[in-house]
């Protein structure tokens, strides 16, 4: 399974292409199966339905846990640093792990949960959570894991949608020095969410909390009162391992189907070839367990692989802008795995925070989330990398699982601000907007895959049209990736940004349509129309353009409550960097808001806003653009 030379990465391609069962079926053959599969591949792109590893039966955690328990008890699993550095780190061994892992699952058994049951899981980024995470994968529970900056609002949407009988959660969160009540958003979401029997409250800040009887129950009560001994659940390789939502161009957020056999497959193919991690190496990827990144590559991947993972509760800039480079010298990270938003941000803060840290232990590191402008890429390979850390900027969405397109680790060429190959068993294709292949070097198209890799989404949880129409529908036959891409002269591909109405604000997806859903629900807002431009550290910012019902009279006090409105429905991240009042928005005859224009605005390119004869009155143009201030 390991690419070690360029000519192994060729090879590897080549098979994978021309042979996929094969190639699949034998890297398969390196994980713990508690039955053999009969067939590696089925599948269907026009009328979307994909098997891999059809009849295999295995655990996730076995792969995870078990082997590694037995084979190196004492091996760090999960290294944890507090948001508080003063505070002790804390390190898990495998053993500990398994223990902690094994005695939690009978807790989520004692509760009542059973295999296919959902379990919410909004916790901050402390070790419980990764054991929550797995203790619903031992039995078979299906983990849909909520960001902690979401709202109490954004909860019950995802709680209702999959309806999730039990939720795992912790008192408090500290990040930075924000202190955030957990438990207490939680309560607030569940007013709404009968579906909900148990929650499970892990201390952690022990702030107060209410505690309903019958329904809520501390995790340090229930732990005393189970064993440690948890056999691991047979699962159908195709059974549902967890639901994570995310944003796309309509509607609400969509729980994304992961199914437990190829996702485990590919997580961990994936982060051992693009990584190139050894044994011992420490792994830091700084991404939240609430993101698929963190799913994949601080959780599954690694673990499966038996590596050490370093979980950081955190925010980048506290105590100061040097914490990412403290926890590097205190844990001697070997390989580092970071936003771009993140290292454009500490750019800002100048040389002082990194110049005296010790980075030797470093080997790699890594992109992800966005683009990577290249004042960014090489600010993170002179300074951080010292010139001798090979980049991985490594291309993949939460649909695809796992990476996609990106160096491995000292082997493929890289090239600042592209994401360079396909991994092997990817199959990327450019198309115009007919869905015509664009063919050869030196191109610009829409990014599509031709052909199934072991861990694409399965499904949009209780909605699978929906799947197929988002994915498989704009061009038939195709998965569509939602973003545009340059293969230039070498072949090389670079991803240039989202071609839909999606959102990139500091590498958290959100869907304009969820946004303006937000603002709408404002009071005295009519109508609102959302577009992102280039944000100097976000990558991109969001833009609001709203028709109140009256002028504002206090516009500034209007904005905020607005910004308030929508963060209790979506939370903070959704927030819009700039709100512009207007009375009309830009609309073609028939109706459809001509977002071009917008955008256009939005950039301050208002010298090429194109033809705007078509609409159907050309002068609210003049009057936007006018209150844009040009
Ligand atoms: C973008 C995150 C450029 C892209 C793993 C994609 C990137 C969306 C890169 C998925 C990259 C992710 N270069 N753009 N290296 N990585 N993206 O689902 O637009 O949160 O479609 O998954 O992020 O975001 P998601």
Same mark, same amino acid.
């Given at each position: 399974? =390991?690419?070690?030379?360029?000519?192994?990465?060729?090879?590897?391609?080549?098979?994978?292409?021309?042979?996929?069962?094969? !190639?699949?079926?034998?890297?398969?053959?390196?994980?713990?199966?508690?039955?053999?599969?009969?067939?590696?591949?089925?599948?269907?792109?026009?009328?979307?339905?994909?098997?891999?590893?059809?009849?295999?039966?295995?655990?996730?955690?076995?792969?995870?846990?078990?082997?590694?328990?037995?084979?190196?008890?004492?091996?760090?699993?999960?290294?944890?640093?507090?948001?508080?550095?003063?505070?002790?780190?804390?390190?898990?061994?495998?053993?500990?792990?398994?223990?902690?892992?094994?005695?939690?699952?009978?807790?989520?058994?004692?509760?009542?949960?059973?295999?296919?049951?959902?379990?919410?899981?909004?916790?901050?980024?402390?070790?419980?959570?990764?054991?929550?995470?797995?203790?619903?994968?031992?039995?078979?529970?299906?983990?849909?894991?909520?960001?902690?900056?979401?709202?109490?609002?954004?909860?019950?949407?995802?709680?209702?949608?999959?309806?999730?009988?039990?939720?795992?959660?912790?008192?408090?969160?500290? =990040?930075?020095?924000?202190?955030?009540?957990?438990?207490?958003?939680?309560? *607030?979401?569940?007013?709404?969410?009968?579906?909900?029997?148990?929650?499970?409250?892990?201390?952690?800040?022990?702030?107060?909390?209410?505690?309903?009887?019958?329904? %809520?129950?501390?995790?340090?009560? $229930?732990?005393?009162?189970?064993?440690?001994?948890?056999?691991?659940?047979?699962?159908?390789?195709? %059974?549902?391992?967890?639901?994570?939502?995310?944003?796309?161009? +309509? #509607?609400?957020?969509?729980?994304?189907?992961?199914?437990? #056999?190829?996702?485990?497959?590919?997580?961990?193919?994936? !982060?051992?070839?693009?990584?190139?991690?050894?044994?011992?190496?420490?792994?830091?990827?700084?991404?939240?367990?609430?993101?698929?990144? #963190?799913?994949?590559?601080?959780?599954?991947?690694?673990?499966?692989?038996?590596?050490? @993972?370093?979980?950081?509760?955190?925010?980048? +800039?506290?105590? *100061?802008?040097?914490?990412?480079?403290?926890?590097?010298?205190?844990?001697?990270?070997?390989?580092?795995?970071?936003?771009?938003?993140?290292?454009?941000?500490?750019?800002?803060?100048?040389?002082?925070?990194?110049?005296?840290?010790?980075?030797?232990?470093?080997?790699?590191?890594?992109?992800?989330?966005?683009?990577?402008? $290249?004042?960014?890429?090489?600010?993170?390979?002179?300074?951080?990398?010292?010139?001798?850390?090979?980049?991985?900027?490594?291309?993949?969405?939460?649909?695809?699982?796992?990476?996609?397109? @990106?160096?491995?680790?000292?082997?493929?060429?890289?090239?600042?601000?592209?994401?360079?190959?396909?991994?092997?068993?990817?199959?990327?294709?450019?198309?115009? $907007?007919?869905?015509? $292949?664009?063919?050869?070097?030196?191109?610009?198209?829409?990014?599509?895959?031709? !052909?199934?890799?072991?861990?694409?989404?399965?499904?949009?949880?209780?909605?699978?049209?929906?799947?197929?129409?988002?994915?498989?529908?704009?061009?038939?036959?195709?998965? !569509?990736?939602?973003?545009?891409?340059?293969? *230039?002269? %070498? #072949?090389?591909?670079?991803?240039?940004?989202?071609?839909?109405?999606?959102?990139?604000?500091?590498?958290?997806?959100?869907?304009?349509?969820?946004?303006?859903?937000?603002?709408?629900?404002?009071?005295?807002?009519?109508?609102?129309?959302?577009?992102?431009?280039?944000? *100097?550290?976000?990558?991109?910012?969001?833009?609001?353009?709203?028709?109140?019902?009256?002028?504002?009279?206090?516009?500034?006090?209007?904005?905020?409550?607005?910004?308030?409105?929508?963060?209790?429905?979506?939370?903070?991240?959704?927030?819009?960097?700039?709100?512009?009042?207007?009375?009309?928005?830009?609309?073609?005859?028939?109706?459809?808001?001509?977002?071009?224009?917008?955008?256009?605005?939005?950039?301050?390119?208002?010298?090429?806003?194109?033809?705007?004869?078509?609409?159907?009155?050309?002068?609210?143009?003049?009057?936007?653009?006018?209150?844009?201030?040009?």
């Amino acid at each position: 399974m =390991r690419i070690r030379s360029f000519e192994d990465y060729e090879k590897a391609y080549k098979e994978s292409v021309e042979d996929p069962e094969s !190639f699949w079926g034998e890297v398969a053959q390196e994980f713990v199966w508690k039955k053999p599969w009969k067939k590696v591949l089925e599948w269907d792109f026009n009328n979307y339905d994909v098997k891999w590893f059809k009849g295999g039966k295995m655990n996730i955690t076995e792969n995870c846990l078990d082997r590694h328990a037995h084979n190196k008890p004492n091996q760090p699993a999960i290294i944890w640093e507090p948001n508080d550095p003063a505070e002790e780190s804390i390190t898990l061994t495998y053993k500990v792990l398994f223990d902690r892992v094994c005695s939690f699952a009978n807790v989520l058994k004692k509760n009542g949960v059973v295999k296919g049951d959902i379990v919410c899981i909004y916790m901050p980024m402390i070790p419980e959570l990764t054991i929550a995470v797995l203790a619903c994968a031992r039995i078979g529970a299906i983990h849909s894991v909520v960001f902690g900056g979401f709202s109490a609002q954004s909860i019950a949407d995802r709680i209702n949608d999959s309806q999730c009988k039990m939720v795992i959660t912790t008192d408090g969160a500290v =990040r930075g020095a924000k202190h955030v009540p957990m438990k207490d958003t939680v309560d *607030d979401a569940l007013i709404g969410c009968p579906s909900v029997k148990k929650v499970i409250v892990a201390t952690h800040t022990r702030t107060p909390v209410s505690m309903i009887k019958g329904r %809520d129950a501390w995790w340090e009560h $229930e732990v005393k009162l189970v064993s440690a001994d948890c056999p691991a659940e047979e699962m159908d390789s195709e %059974d549902p391992l967890f639901i994570l939502y995310t944003s796309g161009s +309509t #509607g609400k957020p969509k729980g994304v189907v992961h199914t437990c #056999g190829g996702y485990m497959i590919y997580s961990t193919y994936t !982060f051992q070839n693009v990584f190139q991690y050894d044994p011992g190496d420490v792994f830091f990827c700084t991404a939240d367990v609430g993101w698929i990144t #963190g799913h994949s590559y601080i959780i599954y991947g690694p673990l499966a692989s038996g590596a050490q @993972s370093l979980m950081f509760e955190g925010v980048p +800039t506290y105590p *100061d802008a040097g914490r990412f480079w403290d926890i590097i010298d205190k844990h001697k990270v070997n390989i580092f795995y970071t936003a771009p938003t993140a290292i454009r941000s500490l750019m800002g803060f100048g040389d002082e925070y990194f110049k005296e840290k010790d980075l030797s232990s470093l080997k790699v590191l890594g992109s992800v989330g966005e683009p990577i402008n $290249e004042e960014a890429w090489h600010w993170y390979n002179d300074n951080i990398g010292k010139g001798k850390c090979p980049i991985v900027d490594t291309w993949w969405q939460t649909e695809t699982g796992g990476i996609m397109i @990106s160096p491995l680790a000292g082997i493929t060429k890289t090239k600042p601000s592209f994401a360079t190959l396909p991994l092997p068993g990817i199959q990327p294709m450019l198309v115009d $907007e007919h869905g015509v $292949e664009i063919e050869g070097n030196g191109v610009n198209g829409n990014l599509v895959i031709k !052909f199934p890799w072991p861990s694409i989404i399965r499904t949009t949880w209780g909605d699978h049209e929906r799947c197929k129409t988002t994915y498989f529908s704009t061009y038939p036959g195709l998965y !569509f990736t939602g973003d545009g891409c340059q293969r *230039d002269e %070498d #072949g090389y591909y670079k991803i240039t940004g989202r071609v839909d109405d999606v959102i990139n604000v500091s590498g958290h997806r959100i869907g304009t349509a969820e946004v303006e859903n937000a603002l709408n629900m404002h009071t005295g807002v009519v109508e609102s129309a959302v577009v992102g431009y280039p944000h *100097d550290i976000k990558g991109q910012g969001i833009y609001a353009y709203i028709i109140c019902e009256e002028t504002p009279e206090d516009p500034e006090m209007t904005k905020r409550d607005i910004l308030m409105t929508v963060t209790r429905v979506i939370g903070p991240i959704a927030k819009p960097d700039k709100i512009l009042f207007v009375s009309g928005l830009p609309k073609t005859r028939s109706g459809k808001i001509m977002r071009r224009i917008l955008r256009k605005i939005a950039e301050g390119d208002v010298k090429n806003l194109g033809d705007i004869s078509t609409l159907l009155d050309p002068t609210v143009v003049e009057e936007i653009v006018k209150g844009a201030g040009y």
